[in-house]
């Protein structure tokens, strides 16, 4: 199968098989930052933006994606080493498995939350596991990093 799409600011032409997720056909592409974790939906690993907001892309089917935007980190380096700064110095960084989908989560969260509290960060990060982390250090990074702590 075949579709056009549009990839970090690129048209693009996608070839997939039928019944393909779409973090299949990205990781296929070149686009490694999207990964695939718990094959449940509930891990957050494989975040992508689609249309500006995060979405799973390893339950998005590929053939779904036809002419919209796909924003994967690749396209958001400059954003993504600025909040990465944050986390270091919360000492919240920890193996980095989960790192691409996580940060993929607070920028648009930080793109679309004005002075979030933390019953709100933590409802928007619902669904991103990190299995290094007691999530406390993130909780601060993520804080600074929005501008509320």
């Known amino acids: ?3 056009e799409t549009t990839i970090n600011g690129r048209n693009v032409t996608l070839d997939f ?3 393909e997720f779409l973090y299949e ?3 296929r592409y070149g686009y490694l930052s999207v990964k695939q974790g718990c094959d449940t939906s509930s891990c957050g690993l ?3 933006w689609l249309d500006g907001k995060p979405a799973l892309s390893c339950s998005t089917l590929t053939a779904r994606v036809a002419g919209h935007e796909i924003t994967t ?3 958001l380096q400059d954003d993504a080493r600025e909040f990465a700064e944050y986390m270091v110095a919360e000492g919240a960084e920890q193996c980095g498995f989960c ?3 996580f940060t993929m989560t607070v920028l648009a969260m930080k793109r679309e939350l004005d002075n979030p509290d933390e019953a709100a960060i933590n409802h928007y990060l619902a669904g991103n ?3 290094c982390s007691g999530y406390k250090g993130q909780m601060r990074a ?3 990093y929005m501008g509320v702590a």
Request: glycine share 12%; proline share 4%.
């Open 1 to 3: 199968m075949q579709l």
């Open 17 to 19: 098989a039928g019944g």
């Open 25 to 27: 056909t990205l990781r």
């Open 46 to 48: 494989c975040t992508v």
């Open 73 to 75: 980190i690749e396209a």
């Open 99 to 101: 790192s691409p989908g």
């Open 129 to 131: 596991l990190c299995r």
């Open 142 to 144: 993520i804080k600074k």
